[in-house]
């Protein structure tokens, strides 16, 4: 298994502004993932964070919004860019290690 | 696309076991997993199946996969107070490289 910290654990942001989520996996992995579960829903995936490449984005989310770094093979970020109230969540990021994929704890987001 | 279904409740008394139903539609899925999520924590892994097994037993827990009908289902024996939770299926496809695709979640009630 993989052991995943992520920061912050929580903030609470202004309109417009952005903030940059952290993930650090205690392991080299090859994927690593971002998801977003907003209040009371399930995860929907936002894109999988590739080494060494740009992030590979699902349908409904975009790069201008959702910027990804993945420098290494154990870090990546997440960044929400000129956040509004919608984008309040959870934002949990994940690494496939073995035959499962692990998550992070989250960064619970709210956007005043 | 695929889309993975889930009850919303499931109210069990303490000591009865617990049966967590689950379909999908992806007849490509590989790997199918059960997720535990206690209330304000993180997503835990509990158990995955292959998609050639049929059964797979960990414990209290058991899972049930019935490729024909793409049926999933996670039975918990003596249900504990501590088993409560959302319980979330999910399914790949391929062997790793893709994001997880969730059901909206199970909330399983345990009553005294």
């Known amino acids: 298994s993989a052991v995943i910290s992520q920061k912050p654990s929580r903030d609470i942001c202004q309109r417009g502004t952005s903030l940059t989520i952290q993930c650090q996996v205690d392991?080299?992995?090859?994927?690593m993932f971002w998801y977003r579960q907003q209040p009371g829903q399930s995860l929907t995936l936002i894109a999988t964070?590739?080494?060494?490449?740009?992030?590979?984005?699902e349908s409904g989310f975009v790069i201008d919004k959702f910027p990804i770094s993945r420098p290494n093979l154990t870090f990546s970020t997440l960044t929400v860019s000129n956040m509004s109230p919608e984008d309040s969540s959870i934002y949990l990021c994940s690494a496939e290690s073995g035959s499962g994929q692990y998550f992070g704890p989250g960064t619970r987001l709210t956007v005043l | 696309g695929e889309d993975v279904e889930q009850s919303l409740f499931l109210s069990v008394r303490e000591g009865d076991s617990s049966v967590i139903n689950c379909t999908y539609t992806d007849s490509s899925s590989t790997y199918l997993y059960w997720y535990k999520q206690e209330p304000g924590a993180g997503l835990q892994l509990l158990t995955y199946?292959?998609?050639?097994?049929d059964m797979k037993q960990d414990q209290r827990l058991t899972v049930l996969l019935n490729k024909k009908d793409k049926h999933l289902s996670l039975r918990i024996a003596d249900t504990q107070t501590g088993d409560s939770a959302i319980y979330f299926c999910a399914e790949i496809a391929g062997g790793g490289a893709d994001g997880l695709t969730f059901g909206k979640g199970t909330h399983l009630i345990i009553q005294p």
């Open positions: 392991s080299q992995v090859t994927m």
């Open positions: 199946i292959f998609s050639n097994m």
């Open positions: 964070a590739n080494q060494g490449s740009e992030a590979t984005y």
